[in-house]
């Protein structure tokens, strides 16, 4: 064999080699296959935490933020809060901008406060510029009807509809500088000019007056006097009541805050559980 050609053979030609060696690349050694673990169908995530709804701070912490009321007490407290504050909403949404009390969400309130034998007195205090009317009513009927003691506080002001509301409960107080303000209701929207309009406002206006009369020291005559009035609101005729006027014409029992509305309330607690004993007796 020549001895050219014996040297262009391996291993002396490394040329040969190297080029080969490029083109095919190292292979790896194979890898042993990883163990698979039993297949397992997933689990679904739990919808809430373990032990949320068991957690009372959390519940009643969700009910302020939907509604801005607490539940009903049910252990260590007999007396129920309700407020109502803001403009009282009645079938009509009101602008996001607007505080606001839904009708819908203080009526169920009652309903569980009068169902639940822990609860023995109702305190209702109010702060509120008026609303709709048949929704103030509404709530105003509703207090009034409770079988338990009520008693009303109004702080800032208890304005317009919230009148009724002021005097549905078994006593009311009302703060020093608290107001109450008596117009005529109103209408709002379209208003069709035919005479059944105004004899609706007319009796809509008579619900009003009739079951304040019924529901305080006040005559309808003295009631309609001051919602007709004029010369004491700048744009509008009735009536703004301060304080001691609002228990000098016999539309609240007596002036007072927090403090004298809860030894109020104790007091007909007291009255109705004598009463009851007697009955049972």
């Not at 260590?76 to 949404?93: D, L, R, T």
């Not at 019924?214 to 009631?223: A, D, G, L, W, Y």
């Not at 927090?258 to 007697?278: D, I, Y």
């Amino acid at each position: 064999m020549p001895l050219n050609e014996f040297l262009n053979k391996p291993p002396f030609n490394t040329t040969n080699n190297q080029d080969r060696n490029q083109e095919q690349p190292p292979q790896q050694p194979p890898m042993s296959p990883e163990p698979q673990a039993p297949s397992v169908a997933p689990q679904a995530a739990p919808a809430t935490e373990p032990g949320a709804s068991d957690d009372p701070k959390k519940r009643i912490m969700d009910t302020i933020t939907q509604f801005g009321q607490t539940n009903v007490p049910s252990m260590e407290n007999n007396i129920y809060c309700m407020s109502i504050i803001g403009q009282v909403e009645g079938h009509i949404q009101l602008p996001p901008q607007n505080k606001t009390t839904k009708y819908e969400h203080l009526i169920p309130q009652l309903v569980a406060a009068e169902q639940n034998d822990k609860i023995e007195g109702v305190l209702v205090i109010l702060n509120t510029v008026g609303g709709d009317v048949e929704a103030g009513l509404a709530i105003a009927e509703m207090i009034a009807s409770l079988s338990k003691p009520v008693v009303t506080l109004v702080l800032g002001g208890g304005h317009s509809i919230g009148v009724p509301i002021a005097v549905s409960g078994s006593y009311s107080f009302i703060a020093e500088t608290a107001t109450m303000t008596i117009h005529p209701i109103r209408l709002t929207g379209l208003v069709i000019g035919v005479p059944q309009t105004f004899e609706y406002l007319d009796k809509m206006q008579d619900r009003v007056v009739q079951f304040v009369a019924r529901n305080s020291k006040i005559t309808e005559e003295q009631f309609r006097d001051l919602m007709t009035r004029t010369g004491e609101l700048t744009r509008d005729i009735g009536t703004n009541v301060i304080g001691h006027d609002a228990v000098k014409y016999g539309l609240i029992d007596e002036v007072g805050g927090l403090g004298p509305a809860l030894k109020k309330l104790n007091q007909l607690m007291e009255q109705a559980r004598t009463k009851k004993e007697g009955v049972l007796q």
